[in-house]
């Protein structure tokens, strides 16, 4: 018999053998990409792989993501959609903005959008926000994981053009895609200086993690706009 | 103020309100066709966090939020579909093949030696493998049935073969048909590369010769992004265990990735093969750009490159003289073999 604690809305914990990380599946019977299905009390939860997923990380890491049903979400880097299903889930009635570049990634992410309303793919380069203006309204909430080495300077300029007074960016920095050389404990200082001083708009750091043992150089980020 | 928003032009003041709209049909197909056409230029940018939704509720395109979603979703999928569909350009089908033909190289092998094997215990004596025991064992199936006429017959009389059973000839001469045919697959791949490679990147292909250049573009990614790769960079494509290491530790750095295939590279002497890569890589630089941006073949470059080669040559004509201990080390460092 599964046990079900709730971490966060939208995110659960289900224990049976050991605990997972969880969100109810909103396209029910239906798997995404492997993941587990456990159903209890007549909800379905899907399980969600910390290890392939830098969001699932950083809610295991305990940072402190409310994501309420109803927000509106960018996701910048959207690959394949495995985290864009949870991010789905968990704003059941809100919607994602998922933005990718690459074709081929895109048609699996297609293929996960017309089975669930609130993603809206967008096919388009994360550099130039000015591209999909005219589709993305205001958001709660921009969560990035590109590969990209000027990474900081594409969350700020999405965030410049769609994030609400009040809404929190959340990143993913990826050491080895900015400099495979330096250390990636210096490359992340100058990164958080970045967001914090350098770049329009200023930010203000409210959590920040290494993602190990989930994924090796990375580091968590959760930000506001500064006031 | 004008704007431009996926559902239609609005007028709007300096507070935000809309004075004035001119609305697109509801057509989900018209309207995807539309926001296609406002990410190639962008005129009359939106005012940054403008609430789209709210502005469609208010100039009556739509009823109600759900409506907006519910359109807004179809829309935005129609268009992705329509940007994949129309992302396919001659190189990545190029790729394909490439990866395909490395693919089928990979298991043609080990197929090989499993029917060179498992054939072996029947006619040990055959002396064939790869394609050509192929050929032979799907032909003839068991060795008794070789006429007398073929040079084979007389080492049957004696062989130490063991019998081979109607059922297992069967399956091995099933088994010897598919192998073949990969054999088959493989030489109606590189005709077809050979062919594209001449139409979509004659300069590559004269440099380089089609299956490399093929693999150059399609370790890149495409023939846009080689294009734009420095040459150094292309002279340590394929090599970028060896790069890595050289950049992050002490490591000699990689004289050559995947264009040591290239033949005036691996039968050149070994101390000027690092020199000839890098005279290579800046010709084939030149001519991933010049096949990208303006599709003209131009024999120069190889000739250019054949002189090159030749004045290397000359003037390096004896290894480099080893003469004090500590060299000796650093020299056999940087000879070793990069390939990926």
């Not at chain 2, 590559?204 to 150059?216: D, F, H, M, Q």
Request: hydrophobic share 40%; glycine share 6%; net charge positive.
């Amino acid at each position: 018999m599964p046990e079900i604690n709730k971490l966060y809305d939208g995110v659960y914990e289900v224990v049976k053998d050991k605990k997972h990380l969880a969100t109810r599946n909103i396209d029910f019977g239906k798997v995404v990409y492997g993941e587990k299905l456990i159903t209890f009390e007549g909800v379905e939860y899907r399980i969600w792989d910390p290890h392939r997923s830098k969001l699932g990380a950083m809610i295991l890491k305990k940072f402190n993501i409310s994501i309420k049903e109803d927000f509106k979400i960018i996701y910048l880097g959207a690959a394949s959609g495995t985290t864009v299903s949870h991010v789905s889930d968990i704003v059941s009635s809100g919607a994602v903005y998922a933005v990718e570049f690459a074709p081929r990634s895109m048609r699996d992410l297609i293929g996960l959008a017309s089975r669930r309303k609130n993603i809206y793919p967008i096919l388009a380069d994360a550099r130039k926000p000015d591209s999909y203006a005219h589709l993305v309204e205001p958001v709660d909430l921009i969560f990035q994981d590109v590969a990209q080495p000027n990474q900081v300077e594409i969350a700020t300029r999405n965030a410049a053009r769609f994030l609400k007074r009040d809404g929190n960016l959340l990143l993913s920095i990826k050491a080895r895609s900015i400099d495979t050389v330096v250390n990636p404990k210096k490359i992340f200082t100058n990164e958080l200086r970045k967001l914090e001083q350098t770049l329009e708009p200023k930010f203000e750091i409210i959590c920040v993690k290494n993602l190990m043992p989930y994924h090796e150089d990375h580091l968590g980020v959760l930000a506001k706009l500064r006031s | 103020m004008k704007i431009n928003t996926w559902f239609g032009v609005l007028e709007i003041s300096r507070t935000g309100e809309i004075i004035e709209s001119e609305l697109f049909s509801k057509d989900s197909q018209e309207l995807a066709c539309h926001s296609l056409a406002l990410r190639e230029n962008i005129p009359n940018l939106l005012p940054v966090k403008f609430d789209l939704k709210a502005a469609a509720i208010d100039c009556r395109f739509v009823a109600s939020p759900s409506e907006y979603y519910s359109l807004l979703h179809e829309v935005t999928l129609k268009t992705a579909k329509l940007q994949v569909s129309g992302a396919l350009t001659p190189d990545q089908r190029i790729i394909q093949a490439v990866e395909a033909l490395d693919d089928i190289n990979g298991h043609v092998n080990s197929l090989s030696e499993r029917l060179s094997e498992w054939y072996g215990i029947y006619f040990p004596e055959s002396g064939l493998g790869g394609e050509a025991l192929a050929i032979f064992v799907a032909y003839y199936g068991s060795p008794k049935n070789i006429e007398s006429e073929n040079p084979l017959y007389s080492k049957t009389i004696n062989s130490m073969g063991a019998e081979l059973e109607a059922a297992d000839e069967l399956l091995l001469k099933g088994f010897a048909e598919s192998v073949y045919s990969l054999y088959e697959r493989k030489r109606q791949i590189e005709t077809y590369i050979e062919d594209s490679m001449g139409s979509i990147s004659p300069n590559l292909k004269l440099i380089a010769g089609s299956i490399l250049g093929a693999r150059l573009i399609s370790i890149a990614g495409s023939l846009e992004k080689l294009a734009a790769f420095p040459s150094s960079t292309i002279q340590v494509i394929g090599a970028s265990k060896a790069l890595f290491k050289h950049l992050r530790a002490r490591a000699p750095s990689p004289k050559h990735g995947i264009i040591y295939s290239h033949h005036l590279v691996n039968t050149a002497p070994w101390w000027v093969r690092g020199k000839i890569s890098r005279a290579l890589a800046g010709k084939l630089s030149l001519a991933a750009r010049l096949d990208y941006y303006s599709g003209e073949k131009d024999p120069s470059l190889v000739e250019k490159f054949e002189i090159k080669v030749r004045q290397i040559k000359a003037s390096n004509p004896k290894p480099p003289q080893r003469t004090q201990v500590n060299e000796t080390k650093t020299k056999k460092k940087g000879r070793s073999k990069c390939l990926k």
